[in-house]
């Protein structure tokens, strides 16, 4: 069975920093896409990042660029995003997804097989 947990939401406050990490068990992530989407209340979910299989090629929503990176550590099997200069707009309970059929980076949440729980991120002062 393949399992994906998130860790590291939490609250903080907003120009503060969050890592978030992925870890997957139940099969290798080295030749799967990956993804972090996030959904807050009464919105739909969106996709926030994905990378490639070596991560070498990454998706970013745009309100997320410059200040988000996704990253992965296949010998660790866990993926990673780093969230800087957080604001109140980043509330949101965030998800990491495997794509277990392709290499590639998508922002097609349709693609993605596996979703972990999700780890709460609240930004507020």
């Known amino acids: 069975q393949v399992h994906l947990v998130e860790s590291g939401g939490g609250l903080v406050q907003p120009g503060g920093s969050l890592r978030l990490s992925c870890i997957v068990s139940?099969?290798?992530?080295?030749?799967?896409?990956a993804a972090w989407i996030r959904q807050a209340p009464g919105k739909e979910r969106e996709l926030v990042a994905a990378?490639?299989?070596?991560?070498?090629?990454?998706i970013y929503a745009d309100s997320v660029k410059g200040r988000f990176t996704i990253s992965r550590v296949n010998a660790r099997n866990t993926i990673f995003l780093e969230m800087k200069n957080l604001n109140s707009e980043d509330t949101a309970v965030y998800f990491c997804?495997?794509?277990?059929?392709?290499?590639?980076?998508?922002?097609?949440?349709?693609?993605?097989?596996?979703w972990g729980q999700g780890t709460q991120v609240t930004v507020s002062s």
């Open positions: 990378n490639n299989w070596n991560g070498n090629y990454q």
């Open positions: 997804g495997l794509d277990a059929d392709s290499h590639w980076a998508s922002d097609d949440l349709s693609n993605y097989d596996y």
């Open positions: 139940g099969r290798t992530i080295s030749n799967s896409g």
